[in-house]
């Protein structure tokens, strides 16, 4: 029989408690330590470029947790449920991180000759001629000029931005004009939420798959694969899951989540949590498959470059991160109801997106293409990412702590306070 | 007991004359209110157990049954002469056989959503419409099962090619084949279905023996019951099969139709090789299930006047996972265009211009207008979600646009591959037409049959959610509970 709580009672305080401070405090002390580590490892490598390329997978993973947030805001207004409110507000804190992913991006569009072929080859013939290029990158690099050309670059990238910034900033305001809004009822709201999310999701989808393709297919002008954007939005949901159970969790040590998580949501958050690493698997199997079975010269390449010289273990190990751990430990019941033990999944999962960023980027670059070996440069795909998630875990410990962490004014909260039975 | 502690100031949407609408979310009620546990029961093991047969259900049977002899027409005819009767070529060896056989099996899956999928996301309005929509699934698994087995042609040696079996020949099917794959999937899905389903009818079998009147059926019902006494313990096995079961179903749901659409993305046929197939034929599989559930549901609802127990809510709810569903194929069909280009893939960017403006680009624009137009601008607006008769409509139009979708999948690819000289063109003969027109028929004629025998809403699960069934708090702990 589970423990049952009676009479359970909201604190008068909602607002983020004090230990948000401390893990601020804790990020800055990351975020400084793999600071310098990536400048001392600058020195020992002398490239710049391997700066640039930790910097891409940086901004991958902050990007993930930022729209990751942004997306399962969305969904949970659409949908509805409890399990939606519980996260709400830490996952509002996620998506007004944005403005710290953009200024992220500065960087990558500013060096992007120095990251993509594409930027970097301004005449292909040339470059083929000169045995810099293959004939088929030649013709996919002259082909796709009209998409992949610099200014179309910027001007996609500043456009992305502008749209996800809209949702985010309407989502926010009325999500804080709510809780003290008396003047109209909960009809009025959640259908203000719904007009917005609903259309948000389908314009979201669109969006992140431009993104997809510009920031991360387009490093291998000639690959495409059409399932690449809905994987890339499976893997923004995945992240942001996983993030935003991790804060929940650690924020029910405190007043005023303890007395708002229970056990049932937990559950119900594990589950939809193992929903993601079934979807995620079946999308990257698929995908796979497909491709394998084609065997086509412009498709296979890209598997090629990362599974032969090395890769291959990489891909094994990505395989064990992201699907046979989560997947194990989620069907268990039990782990899903314990904080501790949830968390530890969640941090799997977190851990599980860096290694597949990682595998997706690196063997783009050609010092790295389907040959893996060590060098000083190679490290930076552990520095560089990790200060700029460090960097992005402050920014968002000060957003998150910037409102109550409990949203009112919605009727779900009053089913969160009613004491759980086991079966609930 | 609704939710407690609402603020009582909290102004309300006006509530319908009929109290349909929940003052507290604002939402249409999933049950009408006023319903009891007897009322329930009543209603529903009524319209099984009644001697009084409507006429409209014998005339419904009847023609349906005529419909269904078409097929039976068809089938012999191709068992007599060959697949030469059909209108399939070279290169477009895959016809109507195919095209129904995505478009059946596709139809099911909503059912298995929502009796899986919706059970485990707690999701109790699903408890009105998942045992007919489970039927559903049934019914549309025999027509769509049956197509490639006829398709070969000579099907009763179709056991060789289709069935690994250990064998004096040493003669082994092709296990990198998708279509061999696909016997894996249909056959599994099929299994897990009929169980799923059964296994949930259990209590209400119980119900029905104890109710019926006469011998035969007390009988009949009894044994089919499997000895239910609805005891303490009866139940929460059933409630842990149950979970197992829609566990099992669930990831069913994603890989019968993802099997389906590996038959065509893992051959590099322009049209047929792309990643994005699996996600989007799953997608399309469950919005053409969904518009099944609401051609089913509407005319039912109507028929037997259960309007209070399929109340606008699940219309409602149906619509938005259309919706949502619908966008997801248009995902599907944006980015095969767009990846057309960007494949820098001259075949892959003369199919998609061939088929939005080739000779059978007509197909195409139908299932633009049915699946895409139509559908995804109207099914925003809360208001059409629950006008009944606009959504019957719709529904017809996407299951249209559905089969048209599988059409432009299926025969404009292979009309045109990658060498001019074998280009072709199709032209379905009338043993064609017959056959898909005869599986409607028989579709139709088994569900009618299912209605008439069987409670076609879970009694037992419609009294779960009624208020008198849910834990009262303050009662319990007078009583000293758990």
Redesign the interface.
């Known amino acids: 029989?589970e423990e049952?709580h009676?009479s359970r009672t909201l604190p008068a305080d909602l607002s983020a408690p004090a230990a948000v401070l401390q893990w601020r405090t804790r990020a800055a002390g990351v975020t400084a330590v793999f600071a310098i580590l990536a400048v001392l490892d600058l020195l020992l490598s002398h490239s710049f470029d391997a700066i640039l390329h930790g910097w891409l997978m940086g901004l991958i993973l902050c990007l993930s947790l930022t729209l990751g947030g942004l997306a399962l805001l969305m969904v949970q207004w659409v949908s509805g449920g409890k399990w939606g409110l519980l996260i709400r507000r830490p996952l509002e804190a996620m998506s007004r991180t944005l403005p710290i992913v953009f200024l992220m991006f500065l960087p990558i569009a500013i060096f992007i000759k120095r990251i993509y072929i594409w930027a970097r080859i301004t005449h292909p013939e040339q470059a083929l001629h000169n045995g810099l290029i293959d004939a088929m990158q030649a013709?996919?690099i002259a082909?796709?000029r009209p998409?992949l050309n610099i200014e179309g670059f910027w001007i996609r990238g500043i456009i992305y931005f502008l749209i996800f910034g809209i949702f985010t900033y309407f989502l926010n305001k009325w999500s804080l004009q709510r809780d003290t809004d008396?003047a109209?009822?909960?009809?009025y709201w959640?259908?203000k939420f719904e007009n917005l999310s609903?259309?948000g999701l389908?314009v979201y989808?669109?969006v992140l798959?431009g993104m997809c393709?510009d920031w991360v297919m387009s490093l291998d002008p000639?690959w495409?694969?059409?399932?690449?954007?809905?994987m890339f939005i499976v893997a923004q949901g995945y992240a942001g899951l996983a993030f935003v159970i991790l804060v929940v969790l650690a924020l029910s040590q405190y007043s005023p989540m303890d007395a708002v998580l229970r056990k049932t949501e937990q559950h119900?958050l594990g589950?939809l949590c193992f929903a993601f690493v079934?979807l995620n698997i079946?999308?990257a199997f698929?995908?796979y498959?497909?491709?394998w079975?084609?065997n086509?010269p412009?498709e296979i390449r890209w598997y090629m470059d990362r599974i032969t010289g090395g890769w291959g273990p990489i891909a094994g190990l990505d395989f064990l991160f992201h699907w046979v751990l989560p997947f194990f430990l989620l069907l268990s019941r039990d782990i899903k109801r314990n904080k501790t033990k949830l968390a530890r999944v969640c941090v799997i999962m977190l851990f599980a997106r860096c290694w597949d960023t990682w595998w997706l980027i690196a063997p783009a670059f050609p010092s790295e293409r389907a040959n893996l070996h060590f060098t000083w440069g190679m490290l930076e795909y552990i520095f560089v990412p990790g200060a700029m998630i460090g960097l992005w875990l402050i920014y968002f410990f000060t957003t998150l702590r910037s409102r109550n962490v409990v949203a009112q004014n919605d009727?779900h909260l009053?089913?969160l306070?009613?004491?759980q039975?086991a079966?609930a | 007991m609704v939710t407690p502690g609402i603020s009582p100031q909290e102004p309300r949407r006006v509530t319908g004359a009929d109290g349909m609408i929940d003052p507290v979310t604002g939402e249409q009620r999933v049950i009408a209110p006023g319903h009891t546990f007897r009322s329930v029961t009543e209603k529903l093991s009524r319209i099984v157990l009644t001697p009084h047969t409507p006429v409209g259900w014998f005339l419904g049977l009847g023609l349906a049954g005529s419909v269904a002899i078409l097929l039976l027409v068809a089938v012999t005819w191709l068992f007599l002469k060959g697949t030469g009767i059909w209108g399939i070529t070279i290169p477009v060896a895959w016809g109507f056989a195919i095209i129904n056989f995505v478009w059946w099996i596709g139809i099911g899956h909503a059912g298995t959503l929502i009796s899986a999928i919706l059970l485990l996301f707690k999701q109790k309005w699903r408890n009105s419409i998942n045992r007919f929509a489970e039927a559903m699934t049934l019914f549309a698994v025999v027509c769509a099962a049956m197509y490639p087995v006829i398709h070969t042609g000579r099907p009763w040696l179709a056991i060789y090619w289709l069935f690994p079996y250990p064998n004096t020949m040493n003669y082994w099917p092709q296990f990198r084949s998708p279509l061999m794959w696909d016997v894996f999937a249909v056959s599994t899905y099929a299994t897990i279905s009929v169980v799923f389903w059964y296994i949930g009818m259990i209590p209400d079998l119980g119900t029905m023996r104890d109710r019926a009147k006469s011998k035969f059926a007390r009988f009949v019902y009894g044994n089919m019951a499997l000895g239910w006494r609805g005891s303490t313990r009866h139940w929460m096995r059933y409630e842990t099969a149950s979970l197992l079961l829609a566990g099992l179903a669930t990831p069913l749901v994603l890989s019968v139709h993802t099997v389906i659409s590996f038959d065509f993305a893992v051959a590099i046929m322009p049209g047929w090789h792309t990643t994005i197939f699996p996600p989007y034929f799953v997608a399309g599989a469950i919005y053409s299930g969904f518009a099944m559930v609401l051609t089913l549901a509407i005319p039912i609802r109507k028929f037997y006047h259960l309007e209070d127990l399929i109340t606008l809510r699940h219309l409602d709810n149906c619509g938005k996972v259309m919706l949502a569903t619908g966008f997801i194929v248009a995902y599907g069909y944006s980015t095969d265009i767009a990846y057309a280009w960007y494949s820098a893939d001259k075949w892959e960017f003369f199919m998609a211009w061939n088929r939005i403006f080739g000779p059978m680009g007509w197909s195409y624009w139908i299932l633009i207008v049915s699946n895409i137009l139509i559908p995804l601008t109207t099914l925003w607006s809360r208001k059409l979600r629950q006008n009944v008769v606009f959504l019957f409509i719709l529904s017809l139009i996407v299951n249209t646009g559905m089969w048209f979708e599988r059409f432009v999948i299926v025969v404009v690819s292979l009309t045109r591959d990658y060498l001019p000289g074998s280009w072709g063109t199709y032209k379905a003969t009338r043993w064609d037409y017959m056959t898909f027109i005869g599986t409607l028929g028989l579709f139709t004629f088994l569900f009618f049959l299912f209605i008439r025998l069987l409670p076609m809403i879970p009694m037992s699960e419609i009294r779960q959610i009624l208020p008198g069934a849910k834990i009262n708090e303050a009662e319990l702990q007078q009583r000293g509970g758990h």
Not at chain 1, 184 to 187: R, S
Not at chain 1, 224 to 230: K, L, V
Request: proline fraction near 4%; avoid cysteine.
């Open positions: 029989m049952i009676h013709h996919a082909y796709k998409y008396t109209h009822n909960n009809w959640q259908k609903g259309p389908v989808s669109l798959t393709v000639t495409f694969s059409s399932m690449f954007g809905f119900d589950k079934m079946y999308m698929s995908q498959l497909i491709i079975s084609g086509l412009n009727p009053v089913e306070m009613e004491s039975h079966h």
